[in-house]
T-cell receptor, first 110, second 115 residues
């Protein structure tokens, strides 16, 4: 069935370093969403991208949607310890179902 | 404002026992409702979704079932739990389409341990 591949599975960074997670699909997506899950918590919506080539920023976070609408990335500039958690992409191909990537777990060392 | 409730927060059950997890949403009408399972350190596996009362779509064959007896109530059940049913169960809702966003709002989750 439809899958969304997310890499890397986990990443360790030193506080202040940048971090990027990537999401790829073999089919064209209607939109893509990003969620953050803190350790022990539940996923929380960050953003939705809809348009081809779209770029959105939230403070130190930059989200991109590929021109072909098959891939997306989340980049964090100058990570902080508060950025710790797992970042999920979630894709919509149409209809009611959302397909989540496996997530990238971010560890930040102070 | 909308809120989503799940209970219980944690549950320890013996193998072969029944299960009933409940999720309710407040402050919205006719939401799409979802049940996910998350194994430790893993991603989200969609189990069931519902677009209306009595309408349930199953994504993964398993010994779990779901029901939606009321518009804002979603129940996950099992007649006999297996060890492999252990995990973090998350209920979520999304707007039925008028907002233009597919954002899902997750409940606090239920941590189920089957022994």
């Amino acid at each position: 069935g439809q899958q969304v591949m997310q890499i890397p599975q986990y990443q360790h960074v030193q506080e202040g370093e940048d971090f990027t997670t990537y999401c790829n699909s073999s089919t064209t997506l209607s939109n893509i969403q990003w969620y953050k899950q803190r350790p022990g918590g539940h996923p929380v919506f960050l953003i939705q991208l809809v348009k081809s080539g779209e770029v959105k920023k939230q403070k130190r976070l930059t989200f991109q949607f590929g021109e072909a609408k098959k891939n997306s990335s989340l980049h964090i500039t100058a990570t902080q310890t508060t950025d710790v958690g797992t970042y999920f992409c979630a894709a919509h191909t149409g209809g009611f179902k959302t397909i989540f990537g496996a997530g990238t777990r971010l560890f930040v060392k102070a | 404002s909308q809120t989503i409730h799940q209970w219980p927060a944690t549950l320890v059950q013996p193998v072969g026992s029944p299960l009933s997890l409940e999720c309710t949403v407040e402050g919205t009408s006719n939401p799409n409702l979802y049940w996910y399972r998350q194994a430790a350190g893993r991603g989200l596996q969609l189990l069931f979704y519902s677009v209306g009362i009595g309408q349930i779509s199953s994504e993964v064959p398993q010994n779990l079932s779901a029901s939606r007896p009321q518009d804002r109530q979603f129940i996950l059940s099992s007649k006999k739990l297996l060890l492999s049913d252990s995990g973090f169960y998350l209920c979520a809702w999304s707007d039925a389409g008028t907002s233009g966003s597919d954002e899902q709002f997750f409940g606090p989750g239920t941590r189920l341990t089957v022994l």
